[in-house]
């Protein structure tokens, strides 16, 4: 028998290789086969990195935020020195100051030489009337004379016949006297017909010196080197805003690269934001063995790494492609692995850190290659029933209505409060809270709010029409300035303000102005400027449509009164805020934007004239408004929405492509929706249930 010496040696160097390589090469083999088919599918938090660029070269005045910070979507991340845009609005603002200046010198002193003119044309005309009434008595004179003339003659020719005068009795001086007389007639006549033609070109020419036509073409230079002037302006303004460097999205700081006092080049980047407005995606990462195992609806669970809790959701989106998948979701960060990216939506949105890691699970996965994909044999495969373009009932939650009543009549998405903000026609009841200054809110899904939001510093509005985004997370709001059902047209009707976003969930209004009422104190010229020249165009009055502008103010829609060749008509408001810091229209700040036709059916297939009753822009840079029935509004409810894809008016008009109709509502909110590629539209049904709907954008 072989010595125990002998059988460790052996052990040793023959055994002992072999059994450490075979162990080793066991386990090369299990952690492939971790990081392959068994392995756990790894995901992270979806968030897409902006890098913040200056659009024009300057110094940087302010930066105001810092690395980690949260930011919301349009918020203010650094400012640009505007010093030197500034000087240059200031010289065009003085120059236009002085032009007006000079245009109201000249129109004084043509308002003095024209009264001197008047003057000396009514001493023409009373020279000339004079004149004519001389004449006119000269030749009656005249006249008489010849008829006495005539008259003697006839005796003399008689007496003749009865021989008791000679024939030259009768015919000496008489004849003579006879025959200047005739002379003396005849020409009077054509001088009293002359001097009335004169009489008539004087009045006609006094006439035309008091028309207020007369100094159009005196003063029309001045108008056109201000609308010059105010022009360059408008583009200063633009280059001002492009000084304010806004958050791209919702999201967080990760890096500051510029600091206060320093120069940012043309397309510098500031700052980086990594956005996280996604707070229901995250990214699966499937290896390439298991890359066609998932479908659209697979059922979902994900577990954060470290962490006990758990969150459903389902697949949304697949990648078209088998690519390397990024570091996040590798098990060795040093090891490529190929496979397919699955976007899941969670079913509850919840508080997510872009990048952050999470283990997902997916349930009934199918194999590839077989058939009938997640389905149970047997069974047919759902799919979820698509909402998108359905008009939906918008119920009320039961303390709402219990507190108002609640007509949408505008509405618009703010960021910072991840809702919809929604606008009445009224709100609370006749007997309390009758007109209360609330604005409504609504997530994403549809689901409204039980509470309204106060607003503080305005008493009361009613009738509110129109809401659009102002700078800092605040709200333009406007009522319809129209009159009510009894004719009425009290200032809770005109209300045109700013709203200010506090601390929780509340806005403030510093002020408001009562737009009506300024319209009554405008010219006539400006009235027909605005297309309210026509007869009563005032009193016709009707607001529902507000926007803002990309290029600056806002952009007003009217219901009633249409041009006169029935199209709605526009409006733009070039400085909102100077118009509530000052409380006064300025010559020149609000015009007529551009006029667009549009119509509705009704269910009847009855046609009728429509006005604008809602308007926003798409970030394709398109135009989409909603219309309703402008003639016969209180007897149909027909409405429609229209696009224009490149809104620039052409001789004032804009063309616009039907989208869709309604025969049985009016759409009077119209909002970009949060999700990608949709917008949202809610229908006033006056007391009944309102509806809503999200569309897809329009193709260009």
Known sequence: MPSARRIGRTLRTRVAPWTVWLLTMGAAGWLWYDNTSNAPVMGYAKGVEYKVAASRAGRIESISVEVGQEVQSGQVLAVLDGRELDGQVAVLEAEVARTRARRKAAAAQAVLDRATLVERMDEAVATAERDLVRAKQRKRVRGAQLKALRARRKQLDKLLSDKLVTRDRRDGDLAVELAGAREEVGAARPEVALLETQLGAVKKRRASLVSADSDKALLAPFDAEIKVLQRRIDGLMT?????????????????????RGEVAALGMPLVTVVGDDKKDRIVACLDEARA???????????????????????????SPRVGALPVQCRHDPRVEVWGREVMVALDTPTDLVAGQRFVVAFKDLKQPGAEGGSARAGQPKRKAPSKLGVVRPLPLPERLKRMTRFEASGITWVPSLDRYVIVSDDTGFKKSNDAAPWVFTMDRHGALDPEPLAVTGVPEWSDLEGVAPADGGGLWVIASNSASSKGRRPKKRQVFTRLIPESGRAFSSTRAVYLFKLLQKASPDTLAELGLGLTGGLNRLNIEGLAAYPRGGLLIGLKAPLDDKGRALIWHLRYPQRLLDTGSLAAGELTRWASVGASCSDAKGTSHSAGIAELVFLPDGGLVFAATTSDGAKRSK??????????????GVLSARKLRAFPKLKPEGLAVSPIAGRMTVVFDLGQKEPKWAELPWPRR
């Open 239 to 259: 280059e001002r805003r492009r000084l304010l460097i806004r958050a791209p999205a919702t999201g967080r700081i990760a890096q500051v690269m510029l600091r």
């Open 292 to 318: 066609l195992s998932v479908q659209l609806g697979t059922a979902v669970e994900v577990k954060p790494r470290g962490a006990r809790a758990t969150f459903k959701g389902r697949v949304v989106a697949l």
């Open 638 to 651: 027909a409405g429609a929405l229209y696009y224009v894809r490149d809104p620039q008016p052409r001789q």
